[in-house]
């Protein structure tokens, strides 16, 4: 403002710097003379103040058509001027619009015109760094991958857009399964732009698939820095990390550095079940049984497992039924309600041959909630009390249809898994992994089994080495053949259907209570998801027993109560001394030898 107040004074003062001029000329009669060539040339104040103006203008008119044919010159020497700014508006203008009607139709799907929009932003604007980014998103559009990974890859000569192409070229690597190609593609992107949340996700996703548990425990870390994820979480995820950390380690035959994993994952989540069943056998191995104790009874009142129990177990191997079944009592005190409790109680009161006791034990949870593993300890009470043969039939019928427990189920796919594991093998998922009772559409998948993991409830004997080799165990002695002859039915008449009274343990069946069912076949049972009674050390079935001549022995009510060692049903959890033998089986009755 004080600018332009100075320049209209300035004005004014000319103004009227000229206008005193040309009085005082005219007042005292003086005129300009000029002589040129001889000649004199008298101008006065009116004719002067003329003579100047046509000079100005006749000047300037010369200055520009000088100016004109010096930018004449330039054109034609290719030097920027007003021309060639106009058409470089006008190509600017044209290829802003192009790539404005680019983005739209990538956006709209549209690949084919995208690509042909993308072709003209490029031919109209000099700005490789913006086309070329266009041009890889229509090829994408499009499906043409090899366009786009040319886009992508001159994109990598720019600085500015270097992490796109990179990011880009991860993306494709990902959609062909490349994921080894792919996780060094996201290294390379995280070292320029470490704070990329959605990269992070990428990258850790990929380290956990990959198996680089130590690398996405470093990005967990910066993840949990930045407050992208809550304290709990990433504590929980990083327990889980560590825990297979210490798994890798010790398979590689470094137990210590294992051990400490161990411990520093189950110090981070109790509730981790792996990693405390791990951190126990840590402290086993280091004859730490206060310890592992300590952890194990922690993660029993949090969350109860047949793994733990199974460990817990291990603490003392040696000891009697009688000795564990007390020991076991502080385990079960920490969460006596769970479901879990009451079966490892009833199977420790199998062991000692308490059947009454088991059963009270059991409860009704054959009724409420029948698994394989409820109603196979039915049957082993049923049979230990010395109840007919079609009465444990009748419940192992029950078995066929009933669910296996609960099994390692992820959250986010409902795919089954038989063992824990930090990432989900169908849908890739972290930590996902619940131990849960799978839904009904995933549990008829693994409802039929052909029989022989229950070949021990029925002879007594744990089946080593897996389905497989029980499978050729038992074709090659036959015996499984021989015993679920004897026990289904006669050699020479087919099996016919019995009756079971549906009621409660203890009521008194009424007629309308009795159901008609068909005896069960033995190589049709399922097993149960996982129990503290999985086989640990083999028994050894007497391949080499005569089958002639035949045991004989009268028909005669059984006694009330049979003395069979139960710790032939349950191994695992109550190991043997010696081996178990089986005596040959008559078509009508079955003989268990035990050798104590």
């Not at 600018?3 to 710097?17: C, H, N, P, Q, Y």
């Not at 391949?543 to 049903?569: E, H, L, Q, Y």
Request: aromatic content about 6%.
């Amino acid at each position: 403002m004080l600018l332009s107040l100075l320049k209209i004074l300035i004005f004014f003062a000319v103004i009227l710097a000229v206008a005193l001029g040309a009085v005082f000329l005219s007042e005292n009669g003086q005129a300009l003379r000029l002589i040129y060539d001889g000649n004199e040339y008298t101008l006065g104040p009116i004719q002067l103040f003329v003579a100047l103006s046509v000079g100005v203008v006749l000047a300037w008119a010369l200055l520009r058509i000088l100016g004109l044919f010096v930018a004449t010159l330039r054109f034609v020497a290719g030097d920027e001027t007003a021309v060639t700014r106009y058409f470089a508006r006008s190509r600017e203008r044209k290829g802003y619009d192009a790539l404005a009607e680019g983005m739209l139709a990538v956006a709209s799907g549209e690949g084919k015109l995208a690509q042909d929009k993308a072709a003209r932003a490029a031919k109209y604007l000099d700005k490789p760094h913006v086309t070329d980014v266009l041009a890889a998103q229509a090829a994408e559009a499009a499906g043409d991958t090899a366009k786009a990974s040319d886009a992508y890859r001159r994109l990598l000569a720019d600085d500015r857009t270097r992490f796109v192409g990179i990011r880009g070229l991860m993306r494709q690597k990902l959609h062909d399964g490349d994921t080894a190609t792919a996780l060094k593609l996201a290294e390379k992107a995280y070292a320029l732009r470490p704070k990329n949340r959605e990269l992070q996700d990428t990258l850790l996703q990929l380290q956990t698939s990959e198996g680089d548990w130590k690398g996405a425990r470093q990005i967990l870390k910066e993840k949990r820095k930045q407050g992208q994820l809550p304290q709990d979480v990433a504590i929980r995820r990083d327990a889980v990390l560590a825990l297979q950390e210490a798994r890798d380690v010790l398979a590689e035959g470094s137990s210590i550095s294992a051990r400490e994993a161990a411990i520093s994952a189950n110090r981070a989540s109790p509730d981790l079940i792996p990693a405390a069943v791990l951190a126990a056998k840590s402290y086993i191995a280091q004859k730490d049984t206060r310890n592992a104790t300590r952890v194990l009874l922690k993660t029993w009142s949090v969350r109860p497992h047949p793994s733990i129990a199974a460990t817990f177990a291990d603490i003392v191997p040696d000891e009697t039924p009688v000795a564990r079944l007390k020991r076991f009592d502080t385990l079960i005190r920490q969460n006596p309600d769970n479901e879990e409790s009451h079966l490892l109680r009833a199977e420790l009161l199998l062991a000692v041959e308490d059947f009454p006791g088991a059963r009270r034990a059991l409860g009704d949870l054959a009724q409420k909630h029948p698994t394989v593993r409820t109603l196979s300890i039915m049957a082993a009470i049923e049979r230990g009390e010395g109840a007919d043969d079609a009465v444990v039939r009748g419940w192992l019928a029950k078995a066929l249809t009933a669910s296996r427990g609960p099994q390692w189920v992820c959250d986010k796919c409902h795919n089954v898994m038989a063992d824990w594991a930090p990432v989900c093998d169908s849908c890739g998922g972290f930590d996902t992994l619940s131990w849960r009772e799978p839904d009904d559409r995933r549990r008829a998948r693994f409802a039929a089994t052909d029989g022989v993991e229950m070949l021990p409830l029925l002879v007594g004997a744990p089946v080593v080495g897996g389905l497989a080799a029980a499978q050729a165990q038992a074709e090659s002695t036959g015996t499984f053949a021989n015993i679920a002859r004897d026990l289904a039915s006669d050699t020479a008449a087919p099996a016919k259907p019995v009756e079971i009274a549906n009621v409660a343990p203890g009521m008194v069946p009424r007629r309308s209570d009795y159901i008609r069912t068909e005896p069960a076949s033995f190589a049709d049972l399922p097993e149960p998801a996982m129990t503290v009674t999985d086989p640990e050390e083999p028994v050894v079935l007497r391949a080499d027993a005569p089958r002639a001549p035949f045991v004989v022995r009268p028909k005669r009510r059984p006694p009330r109560r049979r003395s069979i060692p139960m710790i032939r049903v349950f191994p695992a959890l109550f190991r043997p001394r010696n081996s178990l033998r089986c005596a040959p089986m008559s078509s009508r009755s079955t003989t268990i030898i035990s050798k104590r």
